[in-house]
């Protein structure tokens, strides 16, 4: 099999019916249908597709295709983009999911169609490598599966918007891919969250990197900054001003900019860093706040801050 660019659109000479104006009330919800081969990266890019914004629902018979997207259209805006994966392999589903989409074009629903694709000798090493029989070959051999299941999805795959070969492609490759085409400038950024807490409570246990900030003086001992909190303008003043804080805060600045960059690289998504002082109220939220000002301004990095524990005392 001829291998397909990345990301390819649909052929030439191929157009859909034009879409007719929506009708007045409907919501307008963004319809992906993602298909493909099985052993093509289906799960991989609906995971990628989950964590750029999209509500993704997986293995929907195709029979419900379309009652799922009438439903989230009714949901005033909740759900503005939708991502079905389906399994297409069968004459009857397939002829559910033209329907479908045949009565999508007809309400106006803008929709697009995501084909993952493989050679069948990298499907076939696949199958081997997991060590599991193919759906489609009974008691034949693996490639008689793929060969079956090709025949078969054929027809969505010739209507597809999108077709990603990954042949040539590892989780990463593929993850990037489909970010390329659905992530928009927002979503394509890393996420980083900025998690401030008290190490009396216990430290978080899926941060990425925790940094402890309990070699600075702590305002819970002095009397007018104990009720405050990190937040406020004379807890940070007292806290950024103790010897050792602004080096901390450039020097760990600079050790972070070669680490989110390389995240960015390796396509991750999102990252988090917990600040960690004795209570999570003074010292961590100072510090928090002061590193989503200073790393707020890299490029492709979107920070947030959340404060676990202040309140808790």
């Known amino acids: 099999?001829?291998?397909?660019?990345?990301?390819?659109?649909?052929?030439?000479?191929?157009?859909?019916?034009?879409?007719?104006?929506?009708?007045?009330?409907?919501?307008?919800?963004?319809v992906l249908l993602v298909s493909g081969m099985s052993g093509a990266g289906r799960s991989?890019?609906?995971?990628?597709?989950?964590?750029?914004?999209?509500?993704?629902?997986d293995n929907l018979p195709p029979g419900m295709l379309r009652p799922m997207v009438e439903l989230?259209?009714?949901?005033?805006?909740?759900?503005?983009?939708?991502?079905?994966?389906?399994?297409?392999?069968?004459?009857?589903?397939?002829?559910?999911?033209?329907?479908?989409?045949?009565?999508?074009?007809?309400?106006?629903i803008a929709f697009r169609v995501l084909f993952l694709d493989a050679s069948d000798e990298v499907l076939v090493r696949r199958f081997e490598s997991v060590r599991r029989p193919h759906p489609l070959q009974g008691d034949g051999r693996i490639l008689d599966g793929i060969l079956a299941e090709r025949e078969q999805v054929q027809a969505i795959r010739s209507r597809a918007d999108h077709i990603i070969d990954t042949s040539d492609l590892n989780v990463h490759q593929l993850s990037a891919a489909v970010k390329e085409i659905f992530g928009d400038e927002e979503t394509a950024k890393l996420r980083l969250l900025l998690l401030s807490f008290g190490f009396k409570y216990g430290a978080p246990v899926d941060a990425d990197h925790v940094v402890d900030v309990r070699f600075l003086p702590n305002p819970h001992w002095v009397p007018?900054?104990?009720?405050?909190?990190?937040?406020?303008?004379?807890?940070?003043?007292?806290?950024?001003?103790?010897?050792?804080?602004?080096?901390?805060?450039?020097?760990?600045?600079?050790?972070l900019e070669p680490v989110l960059e390389g995240y960015l690289r390796e396509h991750r998504s999102y990252a988090t860093i917990a600040i960690g002082c004795t209570g999570g109220k003074h010292r961590s939220v100072a510090m928090a706040e002061?590193?989503?000002?200073?790393?707020?301004?890299?490029?492709?990095?979107?920070?947030?801050?959340?404060?676990?524990?202040e309140g808790r005392e």
Request: proline share 5%.
């Open 1 to 30: 099999m001829s291998a397909e660019p990345k990301g390819q659109t649909r052929p030439a000479g191929q157009t859909r019916p034009a879409a007719a104006e929506p009708k007045h009330g409907d919501s307008q919800v963004e």
């Open 44 to 57: 991989t890019a609906a995971k990628v597709l989950e964590d750029l914004g999209w509500y993704v629902v």
């Open 72 to 108: 989230v259209g009714r949901a005033d805006g909740a759900v503005p983009k939708l991502a079905v994966v389906v399994d297409v392999r069968g004459q009857k589903i397939m002829t559910q999911i033209k329907q479908s989409l045949a009565s999508f074009w007809e309400q106006g």
């Open 224 to 255: 007018e900054l104990r009720a405050l909190t990190g937040k406020e303008r004379a807890v940070a003043d007292y806290v950024l001003g103790q010897p050792g804080a602004g080096t901390f805060l450039d020097r760990y600045v600079a050790m």
């Open 290 to 309: 002061a590193l989503a000002a200073r790393l707020s301004g890299l490029q492709d990095v979107r920070v947030s801050v959340r404060h676990r524990d």
